[in-house]
């Protein structure tokens, strides 16, 4: 092909993507940026299908999302991600599912919380102050200590939001915040099992997030490095599903039920994450 040929030669369709691709990941996170990556996955994705095997359209799908996220328009992110979710399900890529909950459920904690800020009002200032209290638990004494328990007392607001954004605030805070709440888990099983369970509950949440699934002990142990292990349970009362339940080693092998009462050979308080009313997880057999 002479040099003139070439200069003219119409680009692929591979090549375009390739260009538009690379093109896309040289922005940064401004808005203008955002809005910009935003034009170019659109125009990829009207090139790419569900079938390509050279290109996969569940990671434009996931980078247009979270260029939406980046702009706060947590619909337009969500609808992406779903898709993504539906694609990812379909393909059978069990990790890129699993990824995807997780997003998921992190978008929405983004967007419920987005929605009370622009209400406004005593709530977004609560959110204010919580945040303020999690600050101090990046240090340590006595200020590290007061945050940490108004905090954890937050865990059992009658509010389903408060009692959200604390155990958000809690799971993702310090290595110190961490180690406080395995400590408690462990050393409060006997003597106060509900506030064990309400440390349990944040381990719980924190590695389970997106997931309904049960999290075995050893998967646990690598994370948190003790004996427990996490479940998911309707609630007796509303039946949503309260995921994350910390339970014994082989909470998960031997079958659970929901009761309104602790009676049977083992139980674990849990607060339910949606009507705040407190149920049992019971064992018929010791699972300990
Ligand atoms: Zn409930």
Not at 39 to 59: G, H, K, P, R, V
Not at 95 to 116: G, L, P, S
């Given at each position: ?91 059978g890529d069990q990790i890129r599912v699993m990824d995807c909950k997780k997003i998921i459920e992190e ?182």
């Amino acid at each position: 092909m002479s040099f003139l040929k070439k200069m003219f030669k119409r680009e692929s369709l591979d090549e375009k993507i390739k260009r538009l691709w690379e093109s896309a990941k040289k922005l940064g996170w401004s808005d203008v940026d955002c809005k910009k990556k935003i034009q170019i996955y659109t125009e990829l994705l009207n090139l790419i299908d569900e079938n390509s095997t050279t290109f996969n359209i569940c990671a434009i799908l996931r980078n247009r999302a979270i260029s939406y996220r980046s702009l706060k328009d947590y619909d337009s992110a969500l609808k992406d991600l779903k898709e993504e979710l539906k694609i990812a399900q379909r393909k059978g890529d069990q990790i890129r599912v699993m990824d995807c909950k997780k997003i998921i459920e992190e978008t929405n904690n983004f967007k419920r919380k987005a929605e009370i800020e622009a209400i406004g009002g005593k709530k977004a200032e609560r959110f204010k102050e919580m945040e303020k209290q999690e600050n101090k638990l990046w240090g340590s004494g006595s200020d590290f200590d007061m945050a940490f328990e108004t905090l954890f007392k937050d865990l059992e607001s009658d509010d389903p939001d408060i009692r959200s954004y604390a155990t958000r605030l809690l799971a993702e805070s310090s290595r110190n915040a961490l180690q406080k709440l395995i400590s408690i888990y462990q050393e409060c099983l006997n003597t106060n099992p509900n506030r064990s369970s309400l440390a349990g509950r944040v381990l719980g949440r924190k590695i389970a997030k997106g997931s309904d699934e049960s999290i075995t002990s050893e998967i646990a142990r690598i994370y948190y490095g003790i004996n427990v292990s996490f479940i998911s349970c309707s609630c007796v009362y509303c039946s949503h599903t309260n995921k994350g339940i910390a339970a014994p080693v082989n909470g998960p092998r031997v079958p659970y039920y929901h009761q309104e009462n602790d009676k049977g050979a083992y139980a674990v308080p849990v607060l339910c994450d949606r009507c705040g009313k407190t149920f049992f997880v019971v064992w018929d057999k010791d699972p300990r």
